[in-house]
């Protein structure tokens, strides 16, 4: 298999629908295929055209992309994959102008499928706690800066993160920086005695009940005491903030929460192949979902 994953090696993987349609059989059903309507796995008829099938259990038929986002969509599955592709090669996402021009379709329906990924990665988290050392912070996005900088800037999205030192993110849009709003989060993604690092932010300041949490001052100009230190976490915002203002341009509240987990999804796969990130999307793409419920109409 090429090392070399650019658009040449898609394309040659992805000649046509035929390789797409096949691709997809194997990520979603293996060698064993699986009616969408009932769970049956034994006696699935192919039909002569190779894309249809029958179940002998309930006598429906389906296809590969029948209980999918793909379902009674005109965009062809290459198009589709290769938004996957270029997403999974892009380090600062891609925006739907970009897009549109690359894969030649519109501005909307490139936005469309953005959403619709944005979506898949925004609810199919990893549900599994942050553990060692992890670095808990807020930083403020989106909208157009009035006033005094920092976290009494309230024109702009709070968001809260959580990132396990040299291990996974975990991002999210919150109404507040509140303690009440923080805490909570804190105690859901962060397994229960964990080493938590912050700064001297007061809405951290009962979380020594349940973790070790050291604390490093930046009001006193402190980022780094030992081992102690929010680097981690700042870095992240760092490159979030980059992608926002450079790629995306003040996504607006409503959608927010879907770019974090763009984001999201792009930190924790740093390490991935983009082969290996396209597989991720795609395996995270078989489920159904209604277009109402990805952008909220």
Not at 119 to 140: I, P
Not at 230 to 247: D, F
Request: with cysteine; aromatic share 12%; glycine share 8%.
């Amino acid at each position: 298999m090429s090392a070399n994953y650019n658009l040449f090696y898609f394309f040659n993987k992805f000649p046509d629908e035929n390789a797409c349609r096949k691709y997809l059989e194997q990520r979603r059903w293996g060698d064993a295929l699986v009616c969408p309507h009932c769970g049956n796995s034994h006696k699935i008829y192919r039909y002569k055209n190779g894309r249809t099938f029958k179940c002998s259990h309930c006598k429906r038929q389906f296809n590969v992309t029948t209980g999918t986002i793909y379902q009674n969509s005109n965009i062809p599955l290459q198009k589709w994959f290769l938004t996957f592709y270029l997403i999974s090669l892009s380090k600062k996402g891609i925006s739907s102008v970009e897009l549109a021009k690359t894969i030649g379709v519109t501005q909307k329906t490139a936005w469309y499928l953005l959403h619709k990924v944005r979506y898949m990665l925004e609810h199919n988290k990893s549900g599994n706690q942050l553990q060692g050392v992890v670095e808990v912070d807020e930083t403020y996005v989106g909208g157009k800066h009035k006033g005094k900088r920092g976290r009494s800037t309230l024109t702009k999205t709070p968001v809260f993160g959580a990132v396990q030192r040299r291990g996974r993110l975990f991002i999210t849009p919150v109404p507040n920086a509140k303690r009440k709003t923080l805490e909570p989060i804190i105690r859901s993604r962060v397994r229960e005695g964990t080493q938590i690092m912050s700064d001297e932010w007061w809405a951290y300041t009962k979380l020594g009940d349940t973790y070790s949490h050291s604390v490093v001052k930046h009001k006193e100009n402190e980022y780094v005491r030992g081992d102690i230190y929010t680097n981690t976490i700042e870095g992240a915002w760092s490159h979030l903030k980059r992608s926002m203002m450079g790629t995306y341009h003040r996504p607006s509240r409503k959608h927010l929460s879907k770019y974090c987990a763009e984001f999201e999804f792009t930190y924790n796969t740093r390490n991935y192949s983009p082969l290996a990130k396209f597989n991720n999307i795609i395996d995270k793409n078989l489920i159904r979902v209604g277009f109402s419920e990805i952008v909220g109409t």
